[in-house]
């Protein structure tokens, strides 16, 4: 079985961003359809969430390769900011558990201190200000 899924499979593009975009929402339109209820909206949710899946569907199992791929890449570039500015904020998240992040008084430049030292000088790099926070 695994055999003919793999022969099924060869030359057809696959799963990509777009696609993985797609079923997100595929699963949001679903919900809002399912809460709206009775609504005369909830018809038109339903239905963009099946054409959302029917088009993931589309591109996972078409053989033509390079417009999938090109189709993908567009979408990259078009989500690039948004992608970066996600990426930024759980960057900062994560160095929360470990750094304090402070605002510089004088030229607002953020500065990261590790976290567990006490009440410590900190000298901003930028400006050369000095000022005293807990770190």
């Excluded at 949001?28 to 239905?47: D, Q, W």
């Excluded at 078409?62 to 567009?74: C, D, G, I, L, T």
Aim: charged share 25%; proline share 3%.
């Amino acid at each position: 079985m695994k055999e003919k899924l793999i022969r099924f499979m060869q030359g057809r593009y696959g799963v990509d961003t777009l696609s993985k975009c797609m079923v997100w929402v595929a699963l949001a339109a679903m919900l809002v359809s399912m809460l709206l209820g009775e609504n005369r909206l909830a018809p038109m949710f339903s239905i963009l969430s099946f054409a959302a899946l029917i088009y993931c569907y589309f591109r996972m199992f078409s053989r033509n390769v390079s417009k999938r791929y090109a189709e993908n890449q567009a979408f990259l570039a078009k989500t690039a900011g948004l992608r970066g500015a996600f990426a930024r904020q759980m960057n900062v998240l994560r160095q929360l558990k470990t750094h304090h992040i402070y605002r510089c008084p004088g030229c607002k430049q953020k500065i990261r201190v590790p976290r567990g030292k006490g009440r410590i000088e900190i000298r901003c790099p930028k400006c050369s200000a000095t000022f005293i926070k807990k770190s």
